[in-house]
């Protein structure tokens, strides 16, 4: 098991930066990826930046040269450092975490931080 906490949501003007921060716990040696997804009221969680074990990265089109996904695997931290916000960001964001034992493959999600932009 692992266990996902998200904080740094907020309400920030338009072209303000935030950034979120997410704490895992339990299991942490299993993680071999971690990311954020954002969800917005009627539509699918979407993802927005995943970090692999090995530091690649990978980011939604729309917000590549915005957003960056970070870890501090000693404080088993991953950030994401939110630049030039625009209010289509607006959206609640979702710490996720995937992990690999042997063949088992597990999904863990966080609880949600509100992010909002206004304009």
């Known amino acids: 098991q692992v266990q996902l906490v998200e904080s740094g949501g907020g309400l920030v003007q338009a072209g303000g930066s935030l950034r979120l921060s997410c704490v895992a716990s339990g299991n942490t040696l299993r993680i071999n990826a971690m990311g954020w997804y954002r969800q917005t009221p009627g539509k699918q969680r979407g993802l927005v930046a995943t970090?692999?074990?090995?530091?690649?990265?990978h980011y939604a089109d729309s917000v590549k040269g915005r957003f960056t996904i970070s870890t501090d695997n000693v404080k088993n931290t991953v950030y994401l450092q939110m630049n030039n916000l625009k209010p289509e960001d607006t959206a609640v964001y979702y710490c996720?975490?995937?992990?690999?034992?042997?063949?088992?493959?597990?999904?863990?999600w966080g609880q949600g931080t509100q992010v909002t932009v206004s304009s």
């Open positions: 970090i692999s074990r090995d530091g690649s990265t």
């Open positions: 996720h975490a995937h992990t690999l034992y042997f063949s088992r493959q597990s999904d863990y």
